[in-house]
């Protein structure tokens, strides 16, 4: 029998690994770590203590919707390009889709709204539907 402590503590240990991975990331995509806290809902010290390893303190349902939002983007970057300068060079690079308005997409999500988030993940699906 699995006790509520061990189910905890996996889910912990899940969300440390998507935490880190979204850091990696968002690296990837040159954001900086004021960005990367603004975009994920994250304290520097949480921040800070994942890039060493160390498990930040609990995340919160908005935090791991966040992390979820950032795979999702990075996973439809990956589908949509064979090309690794694309997959991560396309949410820094300015964008004339009416929603990003000229704007890079990585700056748009930068500003820290879960609405521009969720956004910029529908537009970007909607380019391997044909749809922009």
């Known amino acids: 029998m699995v006790t509520q ?3 905890l503590l996996g889910e912990n240990e899940k969300h440390m690994i998507g935490l880190r991975t979204a850091i990696t990331i968002l690296t990837g995509w040159k954001a900086s770590p004021d960005q990367i806290q603004k975009i994920l809902g994250i304290s520097r010290h949480a921040l ?3 890039n060493a390893g160390n498990p930040p303190p609990k995340l919160d349902g908005e935090q791991v919707e ?3 939002i950032v795979l999702n983007i990075h996973a439809a970057l ?3 390009f064979e090309n690794p300068a694309n997959v991560y060079g396309f949410m820094a690079r300015p964008n004339g889709n009416e929603f ?3 704007r890079a997409p990585l700056d748009v999500i930068a500003q820290g ?3 521009d988030l969720v956004e910029t993940h529908r537009r ?4 391997l539907n044909g749809v922009w």
């Open 5 to 7: 402590e061990h189910d």
């Open 48 to 50: 800070d203590r994942a």
């Open 66 to 68: 966040r992390i979820s």
């Open 78 to 80: 990956r589908t949509l």
């Open 100 to 102: 990003f308005d000229g």
């Open 113 to 115: 709204s879960m609405q």
């Open 124 to 127: 970007i699906e909607g380019l």
